[in-house]
């Protein structure tokens, strides 16, 4: 199938789009990315920015979705009024909303769309896309809210993935990529992927998962929605986060610096540090 997934927030890096990406290509779609950052000039530096899009911006969208059969979009509450602006006007594709403030807010969420995706969901969106091209039923996979026939199934959560090995490296093949660049949408370049990040800063996760539950964090509602259904952290194997690394140098080869986002970066063995010393030494080199 043909699927198109937009991120409306003003991060590139986005490890839950470059994800599922990776795993929908695995198996035969054709995917792209479309990244509706908001420039620095616009936004004055501030990456947290909630201006919506501009009727251009819009059209552009549309023109380069014209032939996706599904459009995926990720947003946070505060980029939640831009994906409504993209979900009005692409009414005649299948459009599922995921990400952060879906995941806690699904309720408001279904209000704009028919298909929505709660918490950590490659798995889920690929079992969406293989039931749609086969015309079946999608009324019961877990991680999905949809609306049928004027009524709301809420579907349980399904166990988080404890194997982050088993899911193929997220994808950063800037060739399937726009990204919007003073109100114009255009390819991805590695100049423009370095724009939210000076010295050419890739940020990377080794791990999900957090063990603490502070209340002012949305871990804490992501720890209490998977309650009792997930090891609390996962780890990527050492050897794992190097072929990733490496993927990563060889689609941005001006990486000057890493940023391991990881919520407890050195929460591993005392093995596994040893290791990643003498691999990432090896292989990467580069300051984090």
């Known amino acids: 199938m043909d699927i198109t997934l937009i991120s409306v927030d003003n991060d590139v890096a986005h490890h839950g789009l470059r994800s599922i990406s990776s795993l929908l290509k695995s198996h035969g779609h054709k995917v792209k990315m479309i990244f509706l950052t908001t420039s620095n000039e616009i936004t004055d530096g501030n990456i947290l920015s909630s201006a919506v899009y501009s009727k251009k911006v819009i059209e552009q969208v549309k023109e380069l979705t014209k032939d996706s059969d599904i459009v995926g979009v990720t947003s946070m509450a505060l980029t939640a009024e831009r994906a409504k602006q993209l979900f009005n006007v692409l009414k005649d594709k299948i459009l599922l909303w995921g990400g952060a403030y879906p995941t806690m807010n699904p309720d408001k969420c279904i209000e704009s769309v028919d298909y929505v995706f709660r918490g950590e969901s490659e798995l889920a969106v690929l079992e969406f896309v293989q039931r749609i091209e086969k015309n079946e039923d999608v009324s019961d996979i877990k991680n999905l809210w949809l609306r049928k026939d004027g009524v709301v199934i809420k579907n349980e959560l399904r166990p988080l993935n404890n194997d982050l090995d088993s899911l193929p490296i997220p994808d950063y093949n800037l060739d399937d990529e726009h990204i919007l660049v003073e109100g114009k949408l255009v390819k ?3 100049d423009y992927f370095f724009e ?4 050419n800063l890739v940020l990377v996760y080794t791990q999900r998962g957090c063990p603490y539950t502070c209340s002012f964090c949305s871990n804490h509602t992501f720890n209490e929605l998977y309650s009792g259904k997930f090891r609390i952290v996962r780890k990527k194997s050492i050897p794992y986060v190097i072929k ?21 970066l050195v929460m591993r063995t005392r093995e596994d540090l040893a290791l990643f010393n003498e691999l990432y030494k090896k292989h990467i080199n580069l300051p984090f």
Request: hydrophobic share 30%; charged share 45%.
């Open 188 to 190: 991805m370049k590695e």
């Open 196 to 199: 939210k990040y000076k010295e």
């Open 244 to 264: 990733e690394l490496l993927e990563i140098k060889k689609n941005l080869p001006s990486m000057n610096k890493i940023w391991f986002t990881d919520d407890c």
